[in-house]
C-alpha cells in the first residue's frame, strides 16, 4: 500500500529522534504503535461488520426469491397448471390427457372372500347380499 523503504524509514527516525529527542522518543514510539493498533483493529472491526452485514442482506434476498418462486410453484398447482419445472412438452403428457379424455377408470376390485355357493357372482364383495 505505502510504498516505504528502509532508507524513508532511517530518515524518519533520524528526523523523530532530532525532535523529540533521545528521552522521550521511545514513549513517542510505543503510544504512536499503540494508536496504530487501535486503528487497525477498528478498520478490521468495520471491515467485517459490513461484510456481515452485506452477506446477511445477500441471504435475506435469496431467501426472498426462494419464498417468492414457491409461493409461485404453489399457486400454479393449485391452479392445475403445469410447472415451470417440466416442459409442456413431455412424452408423458399426451398419455395422460388420453386418459382423462376417456373418463374416469373403474379399478378392478378382487373379491376377498369366494362366493357363496347358490349366489349370483355378479354381487361385489362390500355389499352384503339382502335376503
Known amino acids: ?10 530518515l524518519v527516525g533520524l528526523v523523530a529522534l532530532l525532535v523529540l529527542g533521545p528521552e522521550r522518543l521511545p514513549g513517542a514510539a510505543r503510544t504512536a504503535g499503540l494508536w496504530i493498533g487501535r486503528i487497525k483493529r ?6 467485517t461488520e ?16 426462494e419464498n417468492i418462486l414457491d409461493m409461485e410453484r404453489k399457486m400454479k398447482e393449485n391452479l392445475g397448471l403445469q410447472p415451470a419445472d417440466k416442459p409442456a412438452d413431455t412424452p ?15 379399478t378392478p376390485v378382487a373379491p376377498t372372500e369366494p362366493a357363496p ?12 347380499q339382502q335376503s
Not at 477498528?42 to 471491515?47: D, G, P, R, T, Y
Not at 408423458?92 to 376417456?102: D, F, G, L, Q, S
Not at 355357493?117 to 352384503?128: E, L, N
Open 1 to 10: 500500500m505505502f510504498d516505504i523503504g528502509f532508507s524513508e524509514l532511517l
Open 42 to 47: 477498528s478498520f478490521l472491526s468495520i471491515k
Open 50 to 65: 459490513v461484510e456481515r452485514e452485506i452477506g446477511a442482506d445477500e441471504i435475506r434476498r435469496q431467501l426472498h426469491n
Open 92 to 106: 408423458a403428457a399426451p398419455a395422460a390427457e388420453a386418459t382423462a379424455a376417456a373418463g374416469p377408470q373403474p
Open 117 to 128: 355357493t347358490g349366489t349370483s357372482a355378479s354381487t361385489t364383495p362390500d355389499k352384503p
